[in-house]
Every structure is written in C-alpha cells, then in structure tokens.
C-alpha cells in the first residue's frame, strides 16, 4: 500500500509539472514565472505584512524615493526634494508625467499631490493595521502646497529621515473606503499602483499575473509579464524550475543548491537579505511568561547542530532581535550554548517538578505546548527544524504538539487571534534595524507584528530613546543595550540568519536583486531572446 501511495504521488507530481511545462511552453518568451514558497495574503503595501506579499507591491508600486543599488538614494514619484536647517519640514516635488494603472474600463488617472497626502492618512489612521504605523510616527502632518508639490511636518528631526520616504503610495481614488484600510477592502486583492507592471489577474491558485506598464513614467519595462507562482512545497518548486516550468526561484531550498550548481541552464545567485527564524512566544500563556521558562527552551536546543543538519551549514546562529547583517547587531551578545542541564535546572527554578511519565509540570499542569507551523506537511527541511525541536524539547520534559497550517489560516491563528503557545517563523527587516514593531507594547492586539504579546517597560524606553535620537553612534549603543535585554528576556528562541540564493535561468539578464524586497531594479532586467 505504501509503494502504491508513492507512485501516485510521483504520476500527480509529473502530470503537474508536464502540464506547467506545456503551459510555460506557450507564453511569451517575454514572461517571467517565478516560484515563491506560499501564498500571498495581501498585494497592497499598506496591508501587507508577508515578504511573498512586499516582493509584489515592488513590481506594483513606487514611493516619493527610491534606494538605488548603491544604496544611495534617488528620485521615483518625487522629482525633487528639500529640507529646512533644522530637519524639521521635507518638501516634496512631484513628478508631473506619472499616471495610475487605470481600473478596467476607465482612462488611467494623473498621480498628484492628493494621492500622497490620502496615502499618509490611510496608513496612519486608527482603524488601518499595518506595521507601517508604528515606523512613521515621527511625522506630524502632510498638506498640499499646489497639485504636485507637498510637504511633511515631522514631530522631531530624526536620523537619516529621507531614506524613510521609500514607503509606497497607493491612489486616493484606490480603496473602496478612502479613510482607512482594512484587508475586506476589495483594493487589497486587486491593487492599482503607478510601478513598472501592473495586475493582470489573480487566478484561483493565487498565481498573480502582472503586465508591463505601457505608461510607466521610466519607461516600458523590457519583461512583458511577471508571473508569481505559489508552491506548497519546495521539492516540486525545485522540479517546477529543472522542468523549465518556472524561470526563477525567489528564495532556494539550502538542500537544492548542489543540485542546481551542476545544471547549467541556471545562475545562483547570493543575496544578504537582513532576516533571521526563531520561535516566537505567547506570553498570554502563564507557563510562557516567566523568563526562565522561555531561556530554558532555548537552552535545551541545539542551534548549530540544526543549521549543519537542515540547511547545510549555510548560516549564522544568532542571539538577538538585529539581523547579523546589520549595523544594529551586537557582537558582544554570543548565543546561548545547546546545554540540557541547565534547561531543566532553569525550569526547575520556575517551579516545575518531574512528573510520574517524566514530563515536566507545575501546580498539575503540564508543560504543554502547541507549535504552529506556516506551510504545507510535506515541505522537508521546516519539518526537521520543528520536529527536531519537538523532539529537543522532549528530552527536558517539555511536550510539543506540533500543527502544520495553511499560510492564511496560520496567520489568523496567529496575528488575529493569537491561538497558539509557540510559532516558527522569519522576519526580514529594511536597512532601518527598527524592530519597535515586534517588541514594543503599543504593538501589542490584532493583525500586529507583536503577536506574542510581549511588554516589558525597559525594552519600550530603549526603543522610545533610539527614536529620539540624532546621533548615529548613540542610536548604535541603544541598540547593543536592546538586543541583550532581549537576549535575555528571551520573547524568541532566536535561531539563525541564512545565506539567501536565487536560482534562475540563464536567459534572464541584468538582474540585480534587492537585498531585501527583491524586485526593486526588476524594470531593468530582460530575457535574451525575449519580445
């Protein structure tokens, strides 16, 4: 019966990737289909809080500036910009040649000054979630000086303030409620920008299919159409790629790369985007609030054993909230040593005891947790992270239940309704090192990054104090003095950072990759041979 079972799957497998070879056959030699590992959940910028869905809103949409691959920046939807002595007032010239991607049926509509002004509202708005919020604070007001031109009111200077303006802007005339965005509003699913492609369609699979700009004010991009394809699982991704039904994979499987170094047709490509796993915390959970308890699942893990085992050694174990990449990271901080005596004498402390089956207990109750995971069963090297830490845990008393979840669902039990006791997850941050989003306390309720509840009055008054500041070096220090409170405090068992690579085929050309929202230079690059 098991061979039977295999076979099947391995017939289904090859009837899906002939029938997506004889439909890649089929499209224009100017598409791209690329492979990403889930579904989004939003296309909008505003809303979006997944990288699957931040990826998208690049090729959609622009901000007032842009980041270059220099990391200098430049002008996208303002023309020009100024500023006062003090820091205080940003000026804004808008470009006058930019049009939205015009709604079915309609004439595309002028960008202007409102747009960017009913953009700060929505996304500052009280009834809006968006992780945005808490990162623009700083501001004060904007108001429409004339059509193109607008101006931003900051509540303090703060460092390096222009580089900030990067965020997207979506057009007045967008969201079926133009106050506030909420992830019912039809906008959400069928976004207009004014980036360099724009959506043609989403499918019932969640493909996204996405047109070039005819009237993309830097002109029209040499790629006739982007595809987003979502994958439930990584092997039959990878095969997707080797079979020609994809061009591009966004983001290898470590276990894949030996596989695709031998193939010629393809070019890995290394990309050090600023991110880092861990397993995060429900400190509504009493068993979970106590620090010792969450330092001791830490400790009872062994770190590098994993990273060698499932990726390859492609990676760095991490001990706090900043990515190693960035300049936020404190060195000084070394993680936690794998040691499993010290696991069980910390929950001891906590008041655990030894019950009659070996498992750990306190006041009668077990410590027992559940571990929700955001993908499909048969993904390979997730499972072995998160049984192995099942099985960890085992060792020092501590029972997982581990609950693989579809992507949406995992995202509602989790950000919505904060259903769980311990998440497997990533976060990839902007060259910004902000994490007041994941720790600080206002951030705490439904569809917010600090899903895991976490308040703590000394973690709230550093991240208060490195926004206050002007002083890059100072900003530093605040941020070593963060990162080992949080080392300690232990609201994530912080995992590693990995070596990100890119496969894709060799037809494509110039492309350059964004460290961190991938797409951002895709107007550039072109497929040799393509229309």
């Known amino acids: 019966m098991k061979r039977i079972d295999i076979a099947k799957f391995l017939v289904i497998t090859f009837i899906v990737i002939s029938s997506s070879m004889a439909s890649a056959a089929k ?123 607008v101006e931003f009111t900051l509540k303090r200077p703060v460092l390096n303030a222009l580089a900030k303006f990067t965020f997207k802007i979506i057009p007045k005339h967008g969201p079926a409620n133009p106050v506030y965005l909420n992830r019912e509003d039809p906008f959400v699913q069928y976004p207009i920008g004014t980036g360099p492609f724009r959506l043609k369609e989403v499918t019932a699979d ?24 979502p994958f439930a699982d990584q092997n039959i991704m990878n095969q997707a790629l080797t079979f020609n039904a994809i061009d591009m994979i966004v983001l290898v499987n470590p276990r894949h790369i030996p596989e695709l170094q031998g193939d010629k047709r393809f070019i890995l490509q290394p990309y050090n985007a600023l991110s880092y796993s861990f397993f995060g915390y429900n400190v509504r959970n009493p068993l979970l609030a106590d620090k010792r308890v969450r330092r001791a699942l830490t400790l009872a893990i062994n770190r590098e054993e994993m990273l060698s ?39 001891k402390e906590a008041g655990f005891v030894e019950g009659a089956n070996g498992m750990m207990e306190k006041d009668g109750q077990a410590l027992n947790l559940s571990l929700k995971v955001p993908i499909a069963k048969e993904s390979e090297a997730i499972k072995r992270v998160v049984l192995a830490f099942k099985g960890y845990l085992k060792k020092v008393g501590v029972q997982v239940e581990v609950q693989f979840m579809e992507w949406q669902a995992w995202k509602e039990a989790v950000f919505e309704q904060h259903q769980f006791d311990v998440v ?12 007041s989003s994941l720790f600080h306390s206002a951030e705490v309720g439904a569809w917010k990054n600090n899903f895991g509840g976490y308040e703590n009055e000394k973690v709230d008054s550093l991240i208060v104090e490195s926004k ?28 590693w950072t990995l070596t990100n690579y890119s496969a894709y ?25 393509g229309k």
């Open 505 to 529: 085929h060799n037809k494509l050309r110039k492309v350059a990759i964004h460290p961190y929202k991938f797409f951002s230079f895709a107007d550039s690059w072109f497929i040799s041979g």
């Open 27 to 149: 499209r224009d030699s100017g598409s791209l289909a690329y492979g990403e590992y889930g579904r989004p959940a939003t296309l909008d910028p505003i809303t979006s809080n997944d990288m699957i869905s931040l990826r998208i809103t690049e090729l959609l949409f622009n901000g007032l500036v842009g980041i270059n691959e220099k990391q200098e920046i430049v002008p996208e939807l303002a023309a020009s910009w100024s500023s006062d002595e003090e820091g205080k007032y940003y000026t804004f010239k808008l470009r006058q040649d930019v049009k939205w991607h015009p709604k079915e049926g309609k004439e595309a509509e002028v960008f202007d000054a409102d747009d960017v002004v009913a953009t700060y509202k929505i996304m500052m708005h009280a009834k809006t979630i968006t992780p945005l919020k808490v990162r623009y604070e700083f501001i004060e007001s904007v108001k429409k000086i004339d059509n193109y031109t």
């Open 468 to 495: 206050l500041t002007l002083d890059h070096e100072k900003r530093r220090t605040i941020y070593r003095k963060l990162h080992a409170v949080l080392a300690d405090e232990a609201p994530y068992t912080f995992l």
């Open 206 to 229: 969640r493909e996204v299919i996405m047109e070039a700009n005819p009237d993309y004010f830097k002109g029209k991009p040499k790629v006739k159409e982007f595809i987003a394809k």
């Open 424 to 435: 497997f997850a990533s976060w990839v941050f902007d060259d910004s090192a902000d994490i």
């Open 309 to 347: 085992s499932f990726f390859n050694g492609q990676g760095t174990v991490i001990s706090g909230p900043f990515a190693p990449g960035s300049w936020a990271y404190n060195l000084d901080v070394k993680p936690e040593p794998y040691d499993k005596s010290r696991a069980v004498e910390l929950l």
